[in-house]
């Protein structure tokens, strides 16, 4: 394929006709944006022909690695043979079940609670404003329509539509918006590095980060409250894992409150913390699981929330005709890379080989930065990684936040040839799940050379 692009023509378009996610439009115009050509495996290309290692899956969703021809036929053959249908007026499509059936078999069980029944929508942000219609509409049925409170977490992230970003725990998304919306309230993240008293244990913190959950439940009073959902790791607050001793505690707490728990895997699952879904790792029992990017490996957009058995009675039996839903929920071209994907993932094996392999390799070879000048934290979970840019390592001193340290970081990486995001003075990474040891070593090396550039 020719892939011999006129840059300055692109740059000019881009400048006059596209308006980037996330992005001040006008700085973007003075610099122009980077022209990114095609992609290969765990690489990337510019129009000016520098070949990139991505670090960041894309957005976190490239979990098969780029240019997979798998994927590109499935959907090359379901278009051919049935591009489009709704799944709306009493019609379905032979993809979206052999889905819906196969990720209920790959979600386990846990604690008596099954997963057998999907509600599609084509993002991560679209499924979390179905978890809210969803939570609500089951509050209602069950007699207790006052339980409207859904709490989440500050610097979590659940996406950007009004009911994604409400739930979401960003502040610059609350400033821009009115937001949150009614009914949505925040606690304080489990970040131990951050938020840790001297002389506390990790332990310790975890404990007191969850009963932040309790306090809040008491605080709203607890007939009010609907759910609780937070990222297993929080993925674009910067990677921030919490301590063993915080799941089984909030658990603790969702149980004692009968309050709906909402594990937003849209990163965490199919195989970045080495298992299909990540409340398997950490063992808790969500009732509702979102999920997206990885579930295509980012090749088409699709997304949905796994409901579990509680919440699916409850709609099935008692709800009658649910007012809730998208053109494109169970998109048979979507579902059918999905499954495409899903395949691969499991004849690769990718889950166990982020568990048993690539990931602690990782973890080995990441932790090794820590000992770097600038770094006062290296940390991984399966296939995810984060350190904290420093002034000083013995004291663990932050820069001043005007500085831009991180962003200063991230623009050697571009220019060196890697991309890391930079969360504040967070550097974070979610490589695609087919990296070898090689490649985790010249990804290694790579990011030593940024960080020497940084100093
Ligand atoms: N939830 C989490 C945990 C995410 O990380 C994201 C996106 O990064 C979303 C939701 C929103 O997904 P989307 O951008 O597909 O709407």
């Not at 890697?418 to 790579?446: F, K, N, S």
Request: aromatic share 10%.
């Amino acid at each position: 394929m020719n892939t011999v692009v006129d840059t300055a023509l692109i740059q000019a378009l881009d400048r006059e006709h596209f308006l980037h996610p996330f992005t001040d439009f006008k700085d973007l115009a003075t610099r122009g944006a980077r022209v990114i050509t095609k992609a290969e495996n765990i690489y990337v290309w510019d129009s000016e022909g520098h070949k990139i290692l991505d670090a960041m899956s894309g957005l976190w969703c490239v979990n098969v690695g780029y240019g997979r021809e798998e994927l590109a036929s499935a959907a090359y053959r379901q278009m051919m043979l049935l591009s489009y249908y709704n799944s709306f007026f009493q019609t379905t499509n032979v993809p979206a079940v052999q889905l819906a059936a196969k990720l209920a078999a790959l979600a386990p069980e846990v604690g008596g609670r099954s997963f057998r029944h999907v509600f599609y929508s084509s993002s991560g942000s679209e499924s979390n404003d179905s978890n809210v219609r969803m939570v609500r509409r089951y509050w209602d049925l069950l007699g207790q329509p006052q339980r409207k409170v859904i709490i989440s977490r500050n610097n979590a992230y659940h996406g950007s539509t009004m009911a994604g970003a409400s739930l979401g725990g960003m502040s610059g998304m609350h400033a821009q918006g009115d937001l949150p919306i009614p009914n949505i309230t925040h606690i304080e993240q489990p970040y131990f590095y951050e938020l840790g008293q001297p002389g506390e244990s990790s332990a310790e913190f975890g404990l007191r980060a969850a009963r932040w959950l309790e306090e809040k439940i008491i605080e709203t009073g607890p007939d009010k409250v609907a759910a609780f959902i937070a990222e297993p790791v929080q993925g674009a607050g910067g990677v921030i894992i919490a301590p063993d001793s915080y799941w089984p505690e909030i658990q603790r707490i969702v149980d004692k409150y009968g309050i709906l728990l909402i594990s937003d895997e849209v990163i965490c699952a199919f195989g970045r913390l080495g298992y299909w879904f990540a409340y398997e790792k950490f063992g808790y029992r969500p009732d509702l699981v979102t999920f997206a990017k990885g579930v295509t490996s980012g090749y088409i957009p699709l997304g949905g929330v796994m409901v579990g058995d509680r919440v699916a009675t409850v709609l099935i039996e008692q709800g009658g005709e649910f007012n809730h839903g998208y053109t494109y929920s169970g998109h048979p071209v979507a579902c059918a890379v999905a499954l495409a994907n899903l395949e691969l993932m499991e004849k690769e094996n990718l889950p166990g080989r982020v568990r048993d392999d690539i990931g602690p390799y990782l973890a080995r070879r990441f932790t090794e930065l820590g000992e770097h000048p600038l770094v006062g934290l290296a940390e991984t979970c399966g296939f995810m990684a984060g350190l904290v840019l420093v002034r000083n390592k013995a004291t663990q001193e932050a820069f001043k936040p005007e500085l831009g340290v991180g962003m200063l970081c991230r623009s050697h990486c571009f220019r060196l040839g890697l991309i890391m995001r930079a969360v504040g003075d967070r550097m974070i990474i979610a490589p695609p799940l087919v990296m070898t040891h090689d490649q985790i070593d010249e990804m290694i090396a790579l990011i030593r050379r940024c960080l020497d550039a940084t100093l």
